[in-house]
């Protein structure tokens, strides 16, 4: 029997889906160049402003990357009065840890406080500042850490009371007290788990609901708030609290 060559072609994509699937892999490869540069940096001070576009989001592990003036604002309220003595630890926000060293570069701020990233991606480990965390080993964190942090923001990944709920654990460990005056604390997560947050999770230090909101560089369909224990410039208390 002969064979029909015709059944042995292979599919053959429109013009548009070629011209789509290269941009994508344009998009892909420049994307890996800024990243391979920064690590390539790592040793450095990195002079010049860092960006987050050279970390996509994986939705898969929850990443939502805040817009960059939502970071810078979340980034100044850590830096407000802050002195060379200050601890600042910045938990699953990786958004406003950029922000943070940005603003500490530009020379606006002359204090030099100690920054440390606690995140689960491995690629922030280009950062003198990064060390690994998971929230499901939520003390599980260098020994030295513990009970030294004034400053403390944080984005639990996950909407479930679970996940807040070890991401405070992780909060009270780092922080050097637990009380109003001890630790300036911010936590940013969806407008539903408000009364778990400014109830038995942060009420004990005055965290209370705010009227700022937070915005994501590429959107997110969950309302998400920002819940701290001190006004300020950027946000007053909202008047349902």
């Known amino acids: 029997m002969p064979i029909d060559d015709s059944d042995d072609e292979m599919p053959q994509l429109s013009g548009d889906a070629l011209s789509a699937l290269k941009e994508f892999y344009g998009e892909r490869d420049a994307?890996?160049?800024?990243?391979?540069?920064?690590k390539s940096q790592a040793e450095d001070d990195f002079d010049g402003k860092l960006s987050m576009d050279a970390f996509t989001e994986?939705?898969?592990?929850?990443?939502?990357?805040?817009?960059?003036?939502?970071?810078?604002?979340?980034?100044?309220?850590?830096?407000?009065?802050?002195?060379?003595?200050t601890r600042i630890a910045v938990v699953s926000a990786p958004s406003a840890f950029i922000q943070l060293k940005n603003l500490l570069a530009s020379?606006?701020?002359?204090?030099?406080?100690?920054?440390?990233?606690?995140?689960?991606?491995?690629?922030?480990g280009v950062f003198k500042e990064f060390v690994h965390y998971d929230f499901e080993k939520a003390i599980q964190l260098p020994a030295e850490l513990k009970g030294?942090?004034?400053?403390?923001?944080?984005?639990?990944?996950?909407?479930?009371?679970?996940?807040?709920?070890k991401a405070t654990l992780t909060v009270r460990w780092l922080a050097k007290g637990w009380t109003f005056d001890a630790v300036r604390i911010i936590a940013c997560t969806g407008e539903r788990m408000e009364s778990i947050i400014t109830g038995k999770l942060y009420g004990k230090v005055g965290v209370k609901t705010t009227d700022y909101d937070i915005k994501h560089a590429?959107?997110?369909?969950?309302e998400f708030r920002t819940y701290a224990n001190f006004e300020c410039d950027a946000w007053k208390w909202a008047k349902s609290s």
């Open 107 to 124: 020379g606006e701020y002359k204090c030099r406080p100690q920054v440390k990233l606690l995140e689960i991606d491995e690629r922030f």
């Open 218 to 222: 590429k959107g997110l369909s969950n």
């Open 148 to 165: 030294s942090f004034d400053r403390i923001i944080v984005d639990p990944p996950f909407l479930s009371d679970d996940c807040q709920t």
């Open 58 to 85: 994986d939705w898969n592990v929850s990443q939502f990357w805040y817009s960059d003036e939502t970071a810078t604002v979340l980034a100044r309220q850590l830096l407000d009065g802050a002195t060379d003595e």
């Open 31 to 38: 994307r890996q160049k800024q990243f391979e540069a920064l």
